[in-house]
């Protein structure tokens, strides 16, 4: 069966400090990769998707970057975090972008940036 | 472009009553349609999902939706809402003819169920 791992689960940096979260999947092969945002406990904004190693495709322009550099490997990072950078981060991943495959959560990384 | 509307930032009921959490969605194709829950801190958990076919749809938990074409509509309802379904539950839908497969997400509504 397949899994989502992503951490830390908590993190708290300083403004201006950088970011790293991790995320993989285990159970399968080339699959679609996600970066969400939930603001206030909220909405969803997704930050970046994945279709591939190396492919990013960037949704909204802000402080954060994705790379994938393993199939399975997805990191969200920042180099400078700002305050406003603060949030429940959430990976997922997807089979694919055909058909009507669910999308599968990870458990979220909460970073709060003081 | 793809949209999602829950009309309701919270949907209060008593435990044992019919629970209804409501969606609307636009799309330019046919949708695929989702719902999900999220409990406090954790990630979003899959309920239930309408491809074509029957407009009822049966999910995890009791849970069960219907896909009203005309109406754009992919309701949430339970017949007898426990406490322990008190959740945050998000709808959302993606596009068929969308290659990438991006889902978009409703605001969420809050789902209180009180003894």
């Known amino acids: 069966s397949q899994t989502i791992h992503q951490w830390p689960a908590t993190l708290v940096q300083p403004v201006g400090s950088p970011l790293s979260l991790e995320c993989t999947v285990e159970g399968t092969s080339n699959p679609n990769l996600y970066w969400y945002r939930q603001a206030a406990g909220r909405g969803l904004q997704l930050l970046f998707y994945?279709?591939?190693?190396?492919?990013i495709s960037s949704e909204v322009p802000q402080n954060l970057s994705a790379s994938r550099p393993q199939d399975r490997q997805f990191i969200l990072s920042s180099k400078k975090l700002l305050l406003s950078d603060s949030g429940f981060y959430l990976c997922?991943?997807?089979?694919?972008?055909?058909?009507?495959?669910?999308?599968?959560f990870g458990a979220g990384s909460r970073l709060t940036v003081l | 472009a793809q949209s999602v509307a829950q009309p309701e930032d919270q949907v209060n009921v008593a435990e044992g009553n019919p629970l209804t959490v409501k969606c609307t969605y636009s799309?330019?194709?046919?949708?695929?349609l989702f719902w999900y829950v999220q409990y406090p801190n954790r990630g979003l958990q899959f309920l239930l999902k309408y491809i074509t076919g029957d407009n009822l749809v049966k999910g995890s938990y009791g849970f069960e939706a219907e896909f009203n074409k005309s109406q754009t509509s992919f309701h949430l309802k339970k017949p007898s809402a426990l406490v322990s379904d008190s959740a945050l539950y998000f709808c959302?839908?993606?596009?068929?003819?969308?290659?990438?497969?991006?889902?978009?997400f409703g605001a969420g509504t809050q789902v209180v169920v009180t003894p």
């Open positions: 959302a839908v993606r596009d068929i003819t969308d290659s990438w497969g991006k889902f978009q």
């Open positions: 994945s279709v591939g190693i190396g492919q």
């Open positions: 997922a991943w997807s089979p694919g972008f055909t058909g009507a495959n669910v999308l599968t």
């Open positions: 799309v330019s194709g046919n949708p695929y």
